[in-house]
């Protein structure tokens, strides 16, 4: 899923990152576009379909027709074709689309990522996707020439190319978000340890009296979670549990590194007792297990309280940040955190991607559209559903675009694919109990928390997480 929902903006834009991958189904019976003494023969007029990640299903619906339309006149005149564009919500992603590409239906262009379900390298090895390495010289000429060596390396699987990175790196940045009522009053520094964001909630709190300073639910509760790993010195996330849930890190930032789930851990004790304390001094509202998870759909989502959450989700909610016309007090500001002496996680570039379809019927054209459009203004409102900016500078982390990559780490997992077949009961059984034991942990609502992460790991335990951690740690070894 496009993770990055709104890569338009520099950052990634986007798609949201969420998480997906998308399919669509070649509908005419052509089988080529052959060339013709050294030109493409385009003569045949041939149909498409294209499903790209969409804006949550909570959001207005986008009207992207004309888009559509505009994208389709152009088309028709430079390679006699016809695009049917289908957007598919984020939040339906890891749903829809493991049904999709598990029942065999074959398609034409779909948006993979790294981060999807099924992921792209998953993807790739179950032949799901087509190997383009001979088509791009003629039919993506554009692409094979204005895409660097190291990007196309971060989509080969097993020495061969199956999709088309849309943008350059993708950043784990998380952090949180807040708008003018609140940031024009406090200005935090560059958020190094869980205390600095403590010592900064106490002051929104004294200035606020009873009011809850942040926005958050059970849904979103997974933002508290990254904050603990992100500003942890070591710990980087490790494939086995979805990112979506309390997932598994390494201790390390290596792959040889120690895998443990951060429960087993003390810090996740004292993380527990700082959560109860959060809540305990109405840092968020009582009632927050109970709470409406649709946080982001809100119309001052982000404005009357401070919200976790990744960049990405960010942009969505704010989507005018490459209007310059609107005043920066008016905007949504977003303080990353970035652990002192830990560098951001960067993740290969097939985390955004377009691929081709193993079973399309016209691959050559599909990939002269992809060509088309790629770095193109319909790319921006295509890819990134209708909204374009550009990466501003709302902390110093974005005042010198290259400070990400100064102070960023290659995932070191991120050609890695976890083969869950051994293993997927422990994780279905895990995933409930993160949700059941879990979340309330992060939220402080788990009663007294030394007890609860005991009854928690406990829980762990009898789901199997050791089972999943040592297939986890054999697989590595070959990787």
């Known amino acids: 899923m496009r993770s990055s929902w709104i890569k338009g903006l520099g950052v990634s834009i986007s798609l949201m990152v969420l998480m997906g991958t998308l399919l669509g189904c070649s509908i005419f019976s052509s089988n080529s576009t052959p060339l013709v003494d050294g030109v493409i023969d385009t003569s045949k007029h041939i149909k498409l379909s294209m499903y790209l990640m969409g804006p949550p299903s909570a959001e207005p619906a986008w009207d992207f027709q004309g888009v559509v339309d505009e994208l389709n006149d152009n088309i028709g005149n430079k390679m006699n074709a016809y695009v049917d564009i289908t957007l598919i919500p984020a939040d339906e992603a890891d749903v829809e689309y493991p049904l999709i590409f598990n029942s065999g239906t074959g398609f034409d262009i779909s948006y993979v990522s790294t981060a999807g379900e099924p992921g792209y390298f998953s993807l790739t090895s179950d032949e799901v996707l087509l190997d383009i390495d001979e088509l791009l010289p003629t039919y993506g000429k554009k692409l094979w020439e204005g895409i660097g060596p190291d990007r196309w390396e971060d989509t080969r699987y097993e020495g061969k190319i199956y999709a088309v990175p849309m943008d350059g790196y993708e950043y784990r940045i998380n952090g949180f978000i807040l708008g003018g009522d609140i940031h024009n009053e406090y200005e935090p520094g560059p958020i190094l340890s869980i205390g600095d964001i403590k010592d900064y909630l106490d002051a929104l709190t004294e200035e606020n009296g009873d009011k809850s300073v942040i926005d958050i639910s059970e849904g979103s509760a997974m933002g508290l979670y990254n904050m603990l790993v992100d500003l942890h010195k070591t710990w980087i996330p490790v494939p086995g549990i979805p990112e979506s849930s309390l997932y598994l890190v390494s201790s390390s930032g290596s792959r040889e590194g ?31 297990l109970a709470a409406d998870n649709d946080i982001a759909g809100r119309p001052n989502a982000g404005r009357d309280a401070l919200m976790f959450g990744d960049f990405n989700r960010f942009l969505t909610i704010d989507p005018r940040l490459g209007d310059p016309s609107v005043q920066k007090e008016e905007r949504l500001k977003f303080i990353p955190f970035w652990g002192e002496g830990k560098g951001i996680i960067k993740a290969g570039s097939a985390k955004n991607a ?126």
């Open 354 to 479: 377009l691929g081709i379809g193993a079973g399309s019927r016209n691959p050559e054209r599909a990939l002269m559209l992809i060509d088309y459009i790629i770095g193109s203004e319909v790319a921006d409102q295509l890819l990134g559903y209708g909204y374009k900016g550009k990466i501003v500078d709302y902390s110093s982390f974005w005042v010198d675009p290259d400070n990400r990559e100064v102070i960023s780490v290659k995932d070191p997992y991120d050609k890695f694919v976890f083969d869950d077949s051994l293993v997927k009961e422990e994780i279905e059984s895990i995933l409930m109990i993160n949700s059941q034991y879990g979340i309330p942990i992060l939220l402080g609502k788990a009663g007294d928390p030394k007890a609860a992460v005991q009854r928690y790991r406990q829980e762990l335990e009898v789901a199997g997480i050791q089972k999943v951690i040592d297939t986890l740690k054999e697989q590595l070894k070959n990787f």
């Open 258 to 288: 120690n895998i443990l789930h951060p429960a087993f851990s003390w810090d996740f004790v004292e993380f527990a007792d700082m959560m109860k304390e959060w809540a305990d001094n109405g840092f968020w509202q009582g009632d927050v």
